[in-house]
């Protein structure tokens, strides 16, 4: 009895393992392929959802789109499933890109006279007068129509044309285009002033260079792009005990980080009450984004009304709003918007090809371009922002196989539990002959 009960003992134990085995080797192949799938090349039909985007300019050869609250509710909290593509003769291709901030940079133009122009052996100079009330500027641009020269550029601004100060003395100006390759610039930068009179210098080896006219500008460098959305009020409640009122808002995307919220009250005209800003993915699970003061004084003296509030939303949908009211009446607020930085999506582009943003797909990865490394320089050439369409399911759209892991989950658990009710069997039969023993 004990070698007929060993021996079955082992004949279970083989099945298990082999059991083990067999359910192993069945998951394997298809969860390798998802995984190789992934590292391969791009592949359209993976991607649930797509953009199309708008042709614009192509001339500078880059562009740039701006993500919208629905791309970033669709795509991946860090942004890893985004795929810039082209379609070229049928074709659909991955394209390389970067994800960059962008900001605006005002350009103003100033009314200018050329008043003195000078040309020796060694040098070319010319002054140029801005009009008695001349605005802010802080660059130029020579028009000549010369080729193939590298000049230094000297800038000196004065109010009465006699007494000079210098404002840049590290200036270049160049043109390599005569061979057909190369680059052509003719701009200057030099410290924001609003000087009467300017006068350019132009020194370096070869002919001199002819200053036919000069354009002066006022480049502004703007903060980075501002987007805002209203809110939609979920629900309004008072908490009696603690004298204050509880909002409930929703944005109505995922994955959008607003950096604060902007308050319209309509009474009463003076108040000034602590508030403070929870979110959450659920409505269930609140996290601390933020607090401050909401504050308006109707006195034609006092400083302009305080109704934004700087908050943290780590990219949550749904937010509390806890505003302390005291024994005073609750704020009448009209409308609560969200603010956000949107980034945007550099990529190279052609005018013959048409171009699409590919989103939503779980399983892919980061993926890693030279571009990275170049879209600073890139930035700096002002490439034109596209128009992007809302997205759309992709047609071509393949789920992902599902492991036979997931498909038969209940396998290994079924087969332990018959091994382990066998076993229990034997053990049970077992114990007589041993109590007798």
């Not at 059991?19 to 392929?33: C, H, L, N, Q, W």
């Not at 949908?317 to 409308?335: C, H, M, Q, R, T």
């Not at 371009?369 to 759209?397: C, E, F, G, Q, R």
Request: net charge neutral; hydrophobic share 40%; proline share 5%.
């Amino acid at each position: 009895m004990k070698c007929r009960s060993l021996i079955f003992l082992n004949m279970i134990l083989t099945a298990a393992i082999l059991a083990t085995t067999i359910y192993s080797t069945m998951a394997a192949p298809v969860e390798a392929a998802a995984t190789a799938s992934v590292e391969a090349a791009f592949a359209p039909d993976m991607w649930q959802k797509y953009c199309l985007i708008e042709q614009g300019d192509t001339a500078k050869g880059y562009a740039l789109i701006e993500l919208t609250p629905a791309i970033y509710s669709l795509a991946s909290s860090d942004l890893r499933d985004l795929r810039a593509a082209a379609l070229k003769d049928g074709r659909i291709e991955e394209l390389p890109y970067d994800v960059v901030s962008y900001g605006q940079t005002i350009v103003q133009k100033s009314p200018v006279a050329v008043i003195n122009r000078g040309v020796n052996k060694t040098k070319s100079t010319a002054t140029v007068f801005l009009g008695e009330n001349a605005g802010l500027h802080n660059h130029l641009e020579i028009r000549t129509a010369d080729k193939d020269f590298i000049k230094q550029a000297a800038i000196e601004g004065s109010d009465d044309g006699v007494d000079w100060v210098q404002l840049d003395s590290s200036g270049t100006i160049a043109d390599v285009t005569a061979y057909g390759d190369g680059f052509r610039r003719t701009g200057v930068n030099y410290s924001q002033t609003n000087y009467r009179f300017l006068r350019i210098t132009l020194t370096g080896a070869g002919d001199p260079v002819s200053i036919e006219g000069v354009d002066i500008l006022f480049k502004n460098q703007q903060k980075a792009v501002e987007r805002s959305i209203k809110l939609q009020v979920v629900s309004l409640k008072t908490i009696k005990k603690s004298k204050a009122e509880s909002i409930i808002l929703t944005s109505g995307f995922n994955n959008l980080k607003l950096h604060s919220l902007e308050f319209s009250v309509v009474e009463p005209a003076d108040f000034s009450r602590d508030v403070s800003v929870f979110v959450s993915q659920d409505k269930e699970n609140w996290v601390f984004a933020g607090e401050g003061k909401l504050e308006m004084l109707s006195l034609p003296q006092s400083k302009q009304p305080n109704l934004i509030l700087p908050i943290d939303s780590q990219g949550y949908p749904y937010f509390e709003v806890l505003i302390s009211n005291g024994d005073n009446p609750p704020l009448k607020i009209s409308e609560v918007k969200g603010s956000y930085t949107p980034d945007y999506v550099l990529f190279p582009c052609q005018k013959k090809d048409s171009f699409r943003l590919y989103l939503s797909n779980k399983s892919a990865n980061a993926p890693k371009y030279d571009l990275v490394n170049l879209s600073k320089k890139i930035m700096a050439a002002s490439p034109p922002v596209w128009h992007i369409t809302n997205p759309k399911d992709n047609p071509s759209y393949k789920a992902a196989p599902v492991p036979e892991s997931e498909q038969h989950n209940w396998l290994l658990p079924g087969i332990l539990a018959i091994m382990a009710a066998a076993l229990a069997f034997l053990i049970i039969k077992s114990l007589p002959h041993v109590m007798k023993r």
